[in-house]
């Protein structure tokens, strides 16, 4: 499943400067979940949580172990990519 089928999945724009990534497909069963201005899905696996957020020009890439430690982050901007 690529990134750009998941925001479609979800009636999500997906913005010109995003990079669109290969995401595992098990990201179809992903719970989205929508507020003002944000859009979430979340996803549980064996591996432990994972999120992604966008809100307006920020989108965050976030992975956690099973036991809640964060063991990825990536946040892309129109301006700038951070993977740490």
Excluded: Q
Aim: proline share 2%.
């Amino acid at each position: 499943m690529m990134l750009e089928d998941l925001f479609k999945r979800d009636n999500v724009d997906f913005p010109e400067w995003l990079t669109d990534e290969d995401l595992d497909d098990e990201w179809e069963d992903a719970v989205y979940l929508k507020g003002e201005t944000i859009h979430k899905w979340e996803l549980n696996s064996i591996f432990g949580f994972r999120c992604i957020t966008f809100e307006d020009e920020l989108y965050t890439f976030t992975a956690y172990d099973n036991n809640n430690n964060v063991v990825f982050v990536k946040e892309v901007t129109p301006e700038y990519e951070l993977t740490s």
